[in-house]
């Protein structure tokens, strides 16, 4: 039952293949560190492989037929992309969906203050992130800012050659007695995270001859008026994420390996993406679903619990000619999904944790879990037996690498992903993704075949399913 190293099936041309595609993921995932950063490429990807904005397709009134590419922007967070198959609608959709949020740290609405000759900002951590791993690294801050006036600044501070970074400090050994005995929760406490930005005092007084307190504070403002164009105030109409520094890296004296920010789940969501681009036009329409706020429950307007998914698979089919509740209902009852999201990893180091019958391992290929949850599957899609017999015929006629697993050992834990949501429809839905190491931590860790076997797999299966 061991499943087979996927290296070893690619020979000189093959591996270039691999280590092409994930080269061109790697630049995706150093420039795209947000939720917007990735909607905002993908869409320009989009547009330039051919799929047009569906409110400029509903605006123009043009009928969609099979062939067609149109994509339906949510708020900036979210994408859904379909290429319209032959089939009708109600004959459902083949369909993958990963998630393009990662575990950080949001700046607070009111984050900055002073203390101590240092300006400091305050942040609230979001997804699940063991704290005392986002201290004494480089940091950049990335997001937007919306201003009164209706204009809205975006930022990405710390990337660039040259740029500035930030840190959050952690204590010296020398004094961490106490520190040292404390649990790892409370190492490094939610509060503690605070983001070091500054340190010369401005003026004295003001311009009104009036004394100035928080002069580290109000220097640091100056600057940000003059290089962003805002002030303190617009913080409170800001979304700025606090996310490690710098490009991910090749991994590795054979460079089989890559090391980065965010591979959870934006390793799933690039060959999600780049699948729909290989499939001509399908018998049953493709969609890829890329979605926001999956790390905090899926939950808000731009995630998987949203009705956005619904209203624009119905706006699609009244763009087809042919829309009803009823069609509108068999169209979701019919569809497949693929929920493309990570799975752990097994990893040497950590052994007591995984059981090695049913773990994910780094370059064995794409990964299905039957099921996710925890203590007892609690929270679980569970797909049918005959939904993942049906899942590997597909990924066996097409020669994709693929392995089974499931998140660690039986109560060690668990964790979830937008697969019961759809699931909800009475749709099959199966998780399907790339094994990852430290997921969640500031850098994870992937193997570029296994990115490479999802490519493959996702394809086969929006052409097939
Ligand atoms: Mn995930
Ligand atoms: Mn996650």
Not at 155 to 179: M, N, R, W, Y
Not at 417 to 444: F, K, Q, R, W
Request: with cysteine; hydrophobic share 35%; net charge neutral.
């Amino acid at each position: 039952m061991e499943r087979k190293n996927a290296w070893d099936k690619y020979d000189k041309k093959g591996l270039k293949k691999v280590m092409d595609f994930a080269e061109g993921y790697r630049k995706f995932i150093s420039d795209c560190k947000t939720e917007r950063e990735s909607v905002d490429e993908i869409i320009r990807m989009a547009e330039a492989d051919g799929f047009k904005n569906l409110d400029a397709v509903i605006k123009k009134g043009t009928k969609l037929k099979a062939g067609d590419k149109v994509y339906a922007n949510n708020m900036g967070k979210t994408l859904a992309l379909y290429v319209i198959g032959k089939e009708p609608m109600e004959n459902g959709m083949n369909i993958v969906g990963a998630h393009l949020d990662s575990p950080r740290l949001d700046l607070k609405q009111n984050p900055m203050y002073e203390d101590t000759d240092f300006a400091l900002l305050d942040t609230h951590y979001y997804g699940g992130v063991k704290k005392y791993q986002w201290v004494t690294i480089p940091l950049a801050l990335h997001g937007v800012v919306a201003k009164k006036d209706g204009s809205v600044v975006k930022i990405a501070i710390g990337e660039k050659p040259g740029d500035p970074v930030f840190t959050i400090t952690d204590l010296l050994i020398h004094l961490s007695a106490d520190q040292m005995t404390k649990t790892a929760s409370k190492v490094i406490e939610g509060e503690s995270l605070d983001v070091l930005i500054g340190s010369i005092p401005g003026p004295k007084q003001g311009k009104d001859k009036k004394d100035i307190k928080d002069r580290v504070k109000a220097n640091i403002l100056e600057i940000i008026k003059k290089e962003y164009k805002f002030e303190e105030e617009d913080f409170l109409s800001a979304e700025i994420e606090v996310v490690p520094a710098g490009p991910a890296r090749d991994l590795g004296f054979d460079r089989s390996m890559l090391l980065g920010y965010g591979h959870d789940d934006r390793v799933c969501a690039y060959p999600s993406y780049k699948a729909m681009l290989e499939i001509g036009t399908p018998k049953k329409t493709a969609c890829c679903l890329l979605v926001d706020k999956e790390e905090i429950g899926s939950v808000g307007a731009t995630g998987m619990h949203s009705r956005f998914f619904e209203n624009v698979t119905a706006e699609i089919m009244n763009l087809m000619g042919k829309y009803s509740d009823i069609l509108l209902r068999r169209c979701l009852k019919n569809s497949c999904m693929l929920s493309s999201d990570v799975s752990a990893g097994y990893d040497p180091l950590f052994p007591s944790v995984m059981e090695k019958k049913n773990t994910a391992f780094l370059g064995r290929g794409l990964c299905i879990n039957k099921y996710t949850g925890s203590r007892g599957k609690g929270g679980s899609n569970d797909a049918n037996a005959e939904y993942m017999a049906k899942i590997r015929k597909i990924f066996d006629d097409a020669d994709v690498y693929f392995q089974t697993a499931e998140l660690g050992k039986v109560d060690q834990g668990g964790g979830g992903t937008i697969a019961y949501i759809l699931a909800e429809y009475d749709m099959n839905v199966i998780d399907s993704g790339v094994a990852v190491l430290s997921m969640h931590a500031p850098c994870e860790t992937i193997s570029k075949v296994d990115l490479y076997e999802a490519l493959l797999g996702y394809v086969a299966f929006l052409k097939n399913a």
